[in-house]
Each structure stands twice: as structure tokens, then as C-alpha cells.
């Protein structure tokens, strides 16, 4: 079964930038597409983007394009979101999340990462 | 963009009863080639990241309860619990994945 822990919370200045990583273990990585998702204290569910590990391909949200990327190392089992030009919007609590078909398939999530809480405050 | 909308953004149903949620997308979600609806349903409770429910619109999740269920094709779909446990407060939301994989804003369900 598979599980993704990502890294502890972040404390950020405005304008800068953050990069939270997910780690997988007790499955399969590279073939599945990993994403984030951001969620602002007490609001809902935003899709940022995702990975195919095994091909390196990343797309994102019309929203975050040129301010988000994701990458993945293989040899970890690790995905990475880094966002700049952190603003105080951003704050919020970042997930990655797995989808269920391999080889890229479009997919639903599951399962998720426990969230980063990633706080933009000066 | 693809854009999903949820209605009602909450809901309050007494114990027992059924809940219905829906969902509707700003375009089709239905793959002609494998006449799939990518379309997913999720649960999240507070403090914690959501759960798979239902995908291609109707397919229970692996330990799903069978009081869950969705239906729907194209553009509109609705997810229903047919008797409501306490265990079900929290919020709903659907998600397509057709092409990028945006989320209704969510809705919430109580008990009244």
C-alpha cells in the first residue's frame, strides 16, 4: 500500500519562495502521476498541477503557470512543488496526491499526502 | 477551463435520511472513445485530506460504505447517501479529470 509523506510546515516571506516534497513508499512511483493540491484555511480544493515521473512531464493550472513547478526524482521516489513569489494568498495547506491508473492515465487521486501548511506572512 | 459547480454549498439532513449532492461541469466529461465519465467524488473531513468516494461517476472506492453512490453523465452528475450517519459530516467534492482536474467549491453536510 502505498503512502506519501511530504515535508513539515514552512513559514515564508512575501516574495519569496517554497518547495515542499512528497515521498513515496511501499509502491510503485514513477509510472503514476503525482499532483498538488492547495487548500486556503477554510476554503476548498485547488488543483495546481501534476507529474509523470517516468516521462518528467509536468502540466499545470492556467493559474499557477510560471509560478509553479514540479519536478520528481526517481531514484527517491520523491516529487517536489516549488512555488515563488509567495504571496499572503498562498497560504494555505499543500497536498500531493497520487492518481490510481498508471502510465499516466487521467485519474483520480488516492491516496494523498498528509498536507503542508505553508504560512506567507512578513 | 472546465468549471464545476456544486449545489447546494450545504446541506443539512437528519439522521437516516438521504442526502443528495450534485455537481455540474461547464463541459462534457464523458470520453466518446471508452464512454467513461471522468468525473470523482471525494470526502473530506476536518484536519484531514480528502478521501476517494466514487470515480467514473458511479465506481465505489475499495471500503466505500454502499449507502454511497453516484450517477450522472455528461455535464451533471449527483452523488447520494441514502441514510445518513453521523460518520458522513463533512465536505463533499466532485472533480473532473478529463483533461486539467478542477474541484467543485465543495459542499457541506450536516445533520439537522
Known amino acids: 500500500q502505498v503512502q506519501l509523506v511530504q515535508s513539515g510546515a514552512e513559514v515564508k516571506k512575501p516574495g519569496s519562495s517554497v518547495k515542499v516534497s512528497c515521498k513515496a513508499s511501499g509502491g510503485t512511483f514513477s509510472s503514476y502521476t503525482i499532483s498538488w493540491v492547495r487548500q486556503a484555511p477554510g476554503q476548498g480544493l485547488e488543483w495546481m498541477g501534476r507529474i509523470i515521473p517516468i516521462l518528467g512531464i509536468a502540466n499545470y493550472a492556467q493559474k499557477f503557470q510560471g509560478r509553479v513547478t514540479i519536478t520528481a526524482d526517481k531514484s527517491t521516489s520523491t516529487a517536489y512543488m516549488e512555488l515563488s513569489s509567495l504571496r499572503s494568498e498562498d497560504t494555505a495547506v499543500y497536498y500531493c496526491?497520487?492518481?490510481?491508473?498508471?502510465?499516466?492515465?487521467?485519474?483520480?487521486?488516492?491516496?494523498w499526502g498528509q498536507g503542508t501548511l505553508v504560512t506567507v506572512s512578513s | 477551463d472546465i468549471v464545476m459547480t456544486q449545489s447546494p454549498d450545504s446541506l443539512a439532513v437528519s439522521l437516516g435520511e438521504r442526502a443528495t449532492i450534485n455537481c455540474k461541469s461547464s463541459?462534457?466529461?464523458?470520453?466518446?472513445?471508452?464512454?467513461?465519465?471522468?468525473l470523482a467524488w471525494y470526502q473530506q473531513k476536518p484536519g484531514q485530506p480528502p478521501k476517494l468516494l466514487i470515480y467514473?461517476?458511479?465506481t465505489r472506492e475499495s471500503g466505500v460504505p454502499d449507502r454511497f453512490s453516484g450517477s450522472g453523465s455528461g455535464t451533471d452528475f449527483t452523488l447520494t447517501i441514502s441514510s445518513l450517519q453521523a460518520e458522513d459530516v463533512a465536505v463533499y467534492y466532485c472533480q473532473q479529470y478529463y483533461s486539467t482536474h478542477p474541484f467543485g467549491q465543495g459542499t457541506r453536510l450536516e445533520i439537522k
Open positions: 496526491a497520487r492518481g490510481i491508473l498508471d502510465y499516466g492515465g487521467n485519474a483520480p487521486f488516492d491516496p
Open positions: 467514473w461517476a458511479s
Open positions: 463541459q462534457s466529461v464523458l470520453y466518446s472513445s471508452n464512454n467513461k465519465n471522468y
